[in-house]
């Protein structure tokens, strides 16, 4: 399994910045894939899962109403439409695909306990003032 994400960049407080994850390797359409964040000297934060099988969503505090995560099944990608950046989301992002929607919710939740065996290599966003 391979997770490639794109779409990362500079923007300005208040801008807008789409990400992608490009999905290889399942043998099924039935994943459920999750973006994390991790910024320099913090901890990995869950940002948002997206469920594939009935399109569940779930999105962390810090992002909801900002951020809206989809996917196009058919295209083996999900997306990360990240609104009204604000300073505190810069960080590198992962997607990553845990065993279900409900390890997802955990993980991005803070619950944890769950390994995650697949992620992205990782992108790069720098929201600046």
């Known amino acids: 399994v391979q997770l490639v994400e794109s779409g990362g960049g500079s923007v300005q407080a208040g801008g807008s910045l789409r990400l992608t994850c490009t999905v290889s390797?399942?043998?099924?359409?039935?994943?459920?894939i999750g973006w994390f964040r991790q910024a320099p000297g913090e901890e990995r934060q869950g940002v948002s899962c997206?469920?594939?099988?009935?399109?569940?969503?779930y999105y962390a505090d810090s992002v909801k109403g900002r951020f809206t995560v989809s996917s196009d099944v058919a295209k083996n990608t999900a997306y990360l439409e990240m609104n009204a950046l604000k300073l505190a989301d810069t960080a590198v992002y992962y997607c990553a695909a845990p065993v279900s929607f409900f390890a997802c919710f955990d993980l991005v939740s803070g619950r944890g306990g769950w390994q995650v065996r697949h992620w992205g290599q990782g992108t790069q966003v720098t929201v600046s003032s």
């Open positions: 390797g399942f043998t099924s359409k039935d994943y459920t």
């Open positions: 997206i469920g594939n099988r009935d399109g569940s969503v």
